[in-house]
């Protein structure tokens, strides 16, 4: 058991993407704004050295405009490298060395599923677990045997409250808003079901692909890159029971109990696309199947939501870059002025990036003699981007020992025994055009729903 403070940090994957987009910028807010010291020492099979690895931490801080020479003046010394097999003995004597003192590492394997299993194993073999902290990225397992397998392998040399199960989605600021926004205002909860609410969508276009990520894409594909956690997380969030109690985990359980509520998904709902261009990238099949693209529809199995269709869209190379969160109300009973009423005209619009938002759609009456309406969205929020990135506080939470913005293995069983009938290549894979809106055949999965309600631009304002 790890009641301790974390007194280090080891990153496996070192000089992969995940680590450059994300870990670096979280890295240089703990240290800067957090205070915190200790070293952080990166795991790799590139035979890199500790200057190469400072060189790639600025090049990310850079990239991502968050380089402040004086918190990269804190951060560097800290960081460390080792280069070394993740199966080979040799890396963690390397790795213990390297941790002088320190006796509570967290180890962050920010490696593909596959490698997840290879690491636990070595560690344990060289007694690098105990007192130690894992967080684990996802996606966990490739589908719901392997998920328990590996959760197994975890429980062998870890109990359970030190085990980390991150999904970056969790520590975002609009993520956690849904939930505010939801249990904050009294007279949402009553409106929130099936008697008022027609259906919710949930969208996350991208508009660039998979860079030099091909050879994990393959493994992973949409659906279980972002659908199987981001966005079930996100569809738990809006779709959950008011938790009930204080306890920390109050708002986990309504979420698994959510999860398991959902109906596993059928080959008829679901639309598989890839963008022309992606068998070409780094590391990818010149044949490959693997979808960039995917849409969905999915019924939740309960009082509340019987009937409502719950729609998702993730792809990458679409026409914009926008998530969000769109809960279309139902329609009067009676159309009492005889106006033709776009779909989605009533709803809630939460935006969870790049920009963040949160937007009532209403009719309102054109000014005049005629009873004719238009639609407006009132802005309730909104601010250019998340000044606090996911990471930052996740990581944090982990090494204080803090579970409640980490994924649960009942949830994540869950979401795999959703995805798992229509994971592979279960279904037809549909090119489509880079900046498009993905492959049309997704158009007909909608039927008499409406139409897909596609997500508003960001708009580039101050935070209000
Ligand atoms: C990651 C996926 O988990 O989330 C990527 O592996 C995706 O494919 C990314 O691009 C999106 O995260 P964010 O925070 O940039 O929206």
Redesign the pocket.
């Known amino acids: 058991m790890t009641a301790a403070r974390t007194d280090a940090l080891v990153f496996f994957g070192a000089t992969g993407d995940l680590v450059h987009k994300e870990l670096f910028p979280a890295l240089q807010g703990l240290v800067h704004d957090g205070g915190v010291r200790m070293p952080f020492i990166g795991v790799a099979r590139s035979p890199w050295t500790t200057e190469q690895l400072r060189a790639r931490a600025k090049d990310s801080l850079e990239q991502s405009g968050r380089f402040d020479p004086q918190a990269f003046e804190e951060l560097a010394p800290l960081l460390h490298y080792i280069s070394g097999d993740y199966g080979a003995p040799e890396t963690y004597v390397a790795m213990r060395r390297a941790l002088g003192g320190a006796r509570h590492p967290l180890l962050y394997m920010a490696v593909p599923p596959s490698v997840f299993p290879v690491v636990t194993d070595a560690l344990a073999g060289a007694g690098s677990t105990e007192g130690a902290r894992v967080m684990i990225e996802?996606p966990f397992g490739r589908d719901l045997a392997s998920a328990k397998e590996l959760n197994r392998t975890l429980r062998r040399h870890f109990p359970e409250e030190d085990i980390f199960r991150i999904d970056?989605?969790l520590g975002?600021e609009p993520v956690q808003n849904i939930t505010y926004t939801r249990f904050a205002n009294p007279w949402l909860e009553p409106v929130w079901n099936r008697s008022h609410i027609h259906r919710v969508q949930i969208t996350?276009a991208?508009d660039f692909g998979v860079k030099n990520?091909g050879r994990f894409?393959e493994e992973?594909g949409a659906i279980r890159?972002?659908v199987q956690?981001?966005l079930l997380q996100l569809l738990a969030i809006a779709a959950m029971d008011p938790p009930g109690g204080a306890g920390p985990d109050a708002i986990g359980d309504e979420k698994v109990r959510l999860l398991e509520h959902v109906q596993p998904l059928e080959a008829r709902n679901v639309v598989r696309g890839q963008y022309r261009g992606y068998r070409s990238a780094d590391g990818v099949a010149p044949d490959s199947t693997v979808e960039t693209y995917v849409a969905l529809k999915l019924f939740i199995d309960n009082w509340r939501w019987s009937g409502v269709p719950f729609y998702i869209r993730a792809g990458?190379e679409l026409a914009m870059r926008s998530?969000e969160l769109f809960v279309e109300f139902k329609r009067p009973p009676r159309d009492l002025f005889g106006e033709t009423v776009p779909p989605g005209s009533s709803h809630l619009r939460m935006r969870?990036?790049p920009d963040i938002a949160v937007g009532f759609g209403m009719r309102v009456k054109v000014h005049g003699e005629q009873m004719v309406g238009r639609d407006v969205e009132l802005a309730l929020t909104s601010c250019p981007g998340d000044a606090h990135p996911?990471y930052q506080r996740l990581l944090s939470d982990a090494m204080a020992g803090n579970k409640e913005l980490f994924a649960r293995q009942e949830g994540i069983e869950a979401s795999w025994r959703i995805v798992e009938p229509v994971l592979g290549d279960a279904t037809p894979v549909f090119s489509y055009e880079p900046g498009s809106r993905g492959p049309v055949q997704a158009d007909g999965l909608t039927g008499t729903d409406g139409p897909w309600i596609d997500p508003a631009p960001p708009e580039p304002t101050e935070c209000r």
Do not use: L, Q, S
Request: proline fraction near 6%; avoid cysteine.
């Open positions: 996802k970056h989605f975002k996350m991208e990520r894409y992973a890159d972002v956690n981001h990458k998530t969870i990036g996911p």
